[in-house]
């Protein structure tokens, strides 16, 4: 069973513009949430993170909005660049100890030049 | 910092043979974590190392296991090699205190191929 959910495989975007990538999950028990960035034969960069008393949090042109009603995160990349061309994965986490990440599926991402 | 690394980068093994994967945590770091990485079921948590305890186990068999050293550098076995473990093997770790203890940070990885 799939708690953490990223629904689009894939998204473009023009260099310079708003990267909006979506993330879902099932389970309220969570309540830390990351974004990292893969490269193919590269383990995964940790990007950014959030938890769960926040709703925003923004690290230079990272931005990372939680909506906990609706078990909705997004990460804006602004403006875009093509080196930000990868996998991204959404991951979150109940911090009770234990550390133990639930991976979304991941959503390539094309900055197009 | 040097970041976390993992020996040895690629493998190839025969089915039914056994293989250990090795990893060193960030300078500091104690928890590390095992993950899988396949294209059918993505990113999955095998298990946890803490001050040479495992802490917590994710959702695999027996032929998968681990150990963590005093100086926090983990060990993974796996036994009996399947074509299924044929994936990504990949080593994460994170500090025990601070305001990163709960962000994991990844090794290049260990890609194995059984055949």
């Known amino acids: 069973d799939q708690q953490v959910k990223q629904n689009s495989p894939s998204l473009s975007v023009q260099e310079g513009r708003i990267s909006i990538l979506n993330c879902d999950y099932t389970n309220s028990m969570f309540d830390y949430f990351l974004w990292y960035k893969k490269y193919p034969a590269e383990g995964p960069t940790f990007l950014i993170s959030i938890s769960s008393i926040k709703d925003k949090n923004e690290d230079g042109r990272f931005t990372v909005f939680l909506n906990k009603s609706a078990k909705h995160l997004s990460l804006h990349i602004v403006p875009s660049q093509p080196g930000d061309s990868a996998v991204y994965f959404c991951?979150?986490?109940?911090?009770?100890?234990?550390?133990?990440?639930?991976f979304g599926t991941g959503t390539r991402l094309t900055v197009i030049p | 910092k040097a970041g976390v690394t993992q020996t040895p980068r690629y493998l190839i093994k025969t089915r039914g043979q056994q293989v250990t994967l090795s990893c060193s945590p960030i300078s500091g770091h104690r928890s590390v974590s095992w993950y899988q990485q396949t294209p059918g079921q993505g990113l999955q948590f095998l298990f946890e190392?803490?001050?040479?305890?495992?802490?917590n186990k994710g959702n695999f068999p027996g032929r998968f296991s681990g150990r963590q050293f005093s100086n926090s550098r983990s060990e993974m076995n796996v036994s009996t090699l399947e074509l299924g473990d044929s994936a990504l093997y990949l080593c994460a770790s994170s500090p025990s205190s601070g305001s990163q203890r709960y962000e994991q940070y990844f090794g290049p990885g260990t890609r194995l191929t059984v055949t």
């Open positions: 190392y803490f001050s040479e305890t495992q802490r």
């Open positions: 991951a979150a986490s109940v911090r009770t100890g234990a550390n133990n990440l639930f």
